[in-house]
Every structure is written in C-alpha cells, then in structure tokens.
C-alpha cells in the first residue's frame, strides 16, 4: 500500500512552459485534493475532486487546471508557467469528508520557475 | 471568514523541555480542529484532532483542547524529543461545508540534545 505518491519530487520550468504533477493514491479513496505552500505560509487549496468526473476550484485556482478521469489520479496541469508558481505541491486524498476522515498527503513536488 | 493564525516559529528547546504551540481560530459555525505535522522532506501528517468544544486530542505525548471560550487549539507536550523536530500546521475545517482544510502558517520546532 503507496498511499498517496507524486511525480516529479523536483522540477525547474522555464516562464511560458506547461508542465502536469502527477498523483496517485491506492487507498480508494473519493475525496483529492491538490495544494501549494509557499515560504512561511499555510497549505492553500488549489483544486479538489469528489469523485472521478468531478472537480472543483479551491481558493487559489488560477492558472492551474485538473482532470479526474478514474478514482487513483488526480494530474494537475500548468499551462503557462509564471514565477509566481514557484512553490511545493501537495496532493491528498481522503475517504470521505468530516472529521472523521483524515486526509492522507504526498511527499510534495518542489517546483522552480524562472 | 474562516482563518487559523499560529505562533511564529521557529521554536526552539532543549531535549526534554516543555512543548506550547500557540493556535487560535475564527470560524463561522462549529469547526473541526486539527494538528498536521510535517517531518523534513515529507508531506504533512494527521497529528491529532478535535471534533467539538472540551475535546482533547492526543497522540504521540502531544495534546490539544478545544476550547470554544478562548477560540483556541494549543499543541502541547510535556517532554520533547530531537525526533518531535518539525513543522506543526494547525487546521481548521468546516463540517458539511465541503470539508476543505484551513490551515495556519506553520510553526517550526527544533530540539537540540
């Protein structure tokens, strides 16, 4: 049982460059999402699914896109990469919503955009 | 709306010193709280977590109280170790509102033998 993996754990893109994170959990889970922490801040939400099919816009989607076409993966793409992306990315998964459903994270992609 | 704000780190003690981390909430109905911690060069980890007012978490020797009177969730432990060294997230979430996790700065800790 991997949990939750990511690929690639580094990348460096130059500005105007698309690039997708990768993610997969084989917990089975429903619930995914993806999040970016920057230097001394909190984890923000990017994009989350609920399901395969579905997929919704966290707090800090822009210039981000995501796709849910089976239940293990949830790919996050760049399409024209700014320095402003400049940061790690978390995906998670978690078996339902509540309390009483932890979320499970990746070990993170650091990503470098100059 | 919904926010966590966290002491500021980094936080360091000594082998066997006393562990606070400071956490306070805002939040429109009842959340959930929550404390993630994250190891060097590893994705954040379920710590603990409390579901409503007077609740204690625990787990590892760390614990926490919601205490709705203060809007507070405080990280402690009595004794810690060069291993307990980390960044702790404390998180925030609202339930039956999508659940989506709210999460503070961070507090970084670092223990010295």
């Known amino acids: 049982n991997a949990g939750v993996t990511q690929t690639p754990k580094f990348r460096i893109l130059k500005i105007g460059q698309s690039m997708t994170l990768q993610c997969a959990q084989d917990m089975n889970h429903n619930y995914m999402y993806w999040y970016r922490q920057d230097p001394g801040m909190g984890l923000k939400l990017i994009y989350y699914?609920?399901?395969?099919?579905?997929?919704d816009k966290g707090e800090v989607p822009n210039g981000y896109n995501v796709s849910r076409s089976t239940t293990e993966d949830f790919p996050l793409r760049l399409e024209l990469a700014a320095p402003s992306q400049t940061s790690v990315y978390f995906c998670?998964?978690?078996?339902?919503?509540?309390?009483?459903?932890?979320?499970?994270f990746g070990p993170g992609t650091r990503l470098t955009v100059t | 709306g919904n926010s966590v704000t966290q002491m500021e780190g980094p936080v360091t003690l000594s082998e066997e010193a006393f562990l606070t981390i400071n956490c306070t909430y805002t939040?429109?109905?009842?959340?959930?709280l929550f404390w993630y911690v994250q190891y060097p060069g590893e994705g954040l980890q379920l710590l603990l977590k409390?579901?409503?007012?007077?609740d204690k978490g625990s787990n590892k020797g760390f614990e926490a109280t919601y205490r709705k009177e203060t809007t507070s969730f405080h990280l402690e432990k009595g004794s810690v170790q060069v291993s307990d060294s980390a960044v702790y997230f404390c998180a925030l979430s609202i339930p039956y509102n999508t659940d989506k996790l709210i999460f503070g700065t961070g507090t970084r800790l670092q223990v010295f033998p």
């Open positions: 409390a579901t409503k007012a007077d």
């Open positions: 998670a998964s978690s078996y339902g919503t509540g309390s009483s459903y932890e979320q499970y």
């Open positions: 699914s609920v399901g395969a099919g579905i997929t």
């Open positions: 939040a429109t109905g009842y959340p959930s």
